[in-house]
């Protein structure tokens, strides 16, 4: 167990639908990033905040916002949904920025868009 | 750009066979670290080995070890005895400097299968 937890585990829904994806950060870590992998992209990340604030972004779409709370979790939300949005969106946390920490995965959540 | 090249899609082994799963990478950055990571069947991604890039003393733990050579930009992971336990996907991964975080670059990742 990494202490990272994710919620929902599972998710389908249809396409043209919004969904929020739920981390939880091990306790203390400051940065919280999330992953997407898909079968074509591979494990590709997608965005970084440090302490609320957004700290890098990747190949996030613009239909993909996320955001941090003061109690350091985090959500991803995904509005417009494609089809091509189906995959394992892991979320990721490390105790700071700028010094690469091993980054600890949460179990990830599936998203299956119909 | 960083670039993670994992070169072996896939791997079969019967166990108790030796196997070393290849990771070449790119960046122009002098600090980097390097990582692997196990992916098994259930999906969720374990945490193997950080090494950063001034580093270049080779690591064991237990079955495991890794050889990382900046000469030839590689980072290889081999399982010595290998069991059916260690079936799963490896990632090997990137992470450089401050300045454009710490996110993590994967290579697509090998599929390792130990047959019993």
């Known amino acids: 167990d990494s202490g990272v937890t994710q919620t929902p585990k599972h998710l389908i829904t249809a396409t043209g639908q919004r969904v929020t994806l739920r981390c939880s950060p091990r306790?203390?870590?400051?940065?919280v990033y999330w992953y997407q992998q898909s079968l074509d992209q591979g494990l590709q990340f997608l965005i970084q905040?440090?302490?609320?604030?957004?700290?890098a972004k990747g190949n996030i779409l613009e239909r993909f916002s996320a955001q941090q709370f003061p109690d350091l979790h985090s959500e991803l939300n995904l509005s417009s949904l494609e089809l091509g949005d189906s995959a394992l969106y892991f979320c990721?946390?490390?105790?700071?920025?700028?010094?690469?920490?091993?980054?600890?995965f949460g179990p990830g959540t599936r998203l299956t868009v119909t | 750009a960083q670039k993670v090249t994992q070169a072996q899609t896939e791997i079969s082994v019967v166990e108790k066979e030796d196997v070393t799963l290849d990771c070449v990478y790119e960046?122009?950055?002098?600090?980097?670290?390097l990582f692997w990571y196990k992916q098994p069947p259930s999906g969720e991604l374990v945490f193997l080995i950080r090494?950063?890039?001034?580093?270049?003393q080779n690591e064991i733990s237990g079955r495991y070890s890794w050889n990382f050579q900046k000469s030839t930009s590689s980072f290889n992971f081999t399982i010595t005895a290998s069991q059916v336990v260690d079936s799963a996907v490896y990632f090997c991964?990137?992470?450089?400097?401050?300045?454009?975080?710490?996110?993590?670059?994967f290579g697509e990742g090998t599929q390792l299968t130990v047959n019993p």
């Open positions: 990721a946390s490390s105790v700071r920025t700028g010094d690469p920490y091993e980054q600890y």
């Open positions: 306790s203390g870590d400051l940065s």
């Open positions: 905040y440090y302490n609320g604030e957004e700290r």
């Open positions: 960046t122009r950055d002098t600090t980097y670290y």
């Open positions: 090494r950063n890039s001034f580093d270049e």
């Open positions: 991964a990137l992470s450089v400097g401050e300045t454009s975080g710490s996110r993590l670059t």
